[in-house]
């Protein structure tokens, strides 16, 4: 593979540290979760929700460039991700991802269908593909079911 880009992040302190990239565009402190036992009101983020953003961006790029190539309307749409962090049953911890889809101008078989080819072309979706579970839905109904109506 021939890479395009590279972004360059650098963390200190993990979890409970500070993250910058090495352009300077992003910058900021980083907290665990009270769900996972981090204090009340930390005032970072932490990786999960970096990559539900990151997902979703690159995701809905994907989705809407196939819909620009299949002169589908596609504007005013929007990527609801949802990243799930827990123990694999194994010793380890992994990660679950759900995408969700409203597009307003779009017939729920279209939605599902341009969800289904975005996935198959996000680099995401293929950096993660057999390694994490990702579901995808339509308004929160599965592809299949969207496919239906």
Same mark, same amino acid.
């Given at each position: 593979?021939?890479?395009?880009?590279? #972004?360059? *992040?650098? =963390?200190?302190?993990?979890?409970?540290?500070?993250?910058?990239? !090495?352009?300077?565009?992003?910058?900021?402190?980083? !907290? =665990?979760?009270?769900?996972?036992?981090?204090?009340?009101?930390?005032?970072?983020?932490?990786?999960?929700?970096?990559?539900? =953003? $990151?997902? #979703?961006?690159?995701?809905?790029?994907?989705?809407?460039?196939? +819909?620009? $190539?299949?002169?589908?309307? #596609?504007?005013?749409?929007?990527?609801?991700?949802? =990243?799930?962090?827990?123990?694999?049953?194994? $010793?380890?911890?992994?990660?679950?991802? +759900?995408?969700?889809?409203?597009?307003?101008?779009?017939?729920?078989?279209?939605? #599902?269908?341009?969800?289904?080819?975005?996935?198959?072309?996000?680099?995401? !979706?293929?950096?993660?593909?057999?390694?994490?579970?990702?579901?995808?839905?339509?308004?929160?109904? !599965?592809?299949?079911?969207?496919? *239906?109506?």
């Amino acid at each position: 593979m021939k890479t395009l880009y590279t #972004a360059v *992040a650098i =963390v200190e302190g993990g979890r409970q540290g500070h993250g910058r990239t !090495s352009d300077g565009r992003l910058e900021g402190d980083l !907290s =665990v979760p009270e769900d996972m036992g981090g204090g009340r009101g930390g005032v970072g983020t932490n990786p999960e929700q970096l990559f539900a =953003v $990151g997902y #979703a961006a690159c995701f809905q790029s994907a989705l809407l460039n196939v +819909a620009s $190539g299949r002169k589908l309307d #596609a504007s005013d749409s929007r990527i609801t991700s949802r =990243v799930g962090l827990g123990p694999t049953g194994h $010793g380890g911890m992994g990660l679950t991802v +759900a995408l969700d889809l409203h597009a307003p101008h779009l017939s729920p078989t279209e939605a #599902a269908d341009l969800m289904a080819r975005a996935h198959e072309l996000c680099p995401y !979706s293929n950096a993660t593909r057999g390694n994490i579970d990702v579901n995808l839905t339509v308004d929160g109904a !599965s592809l299949e079911d969207s496919r *239906a109506t």
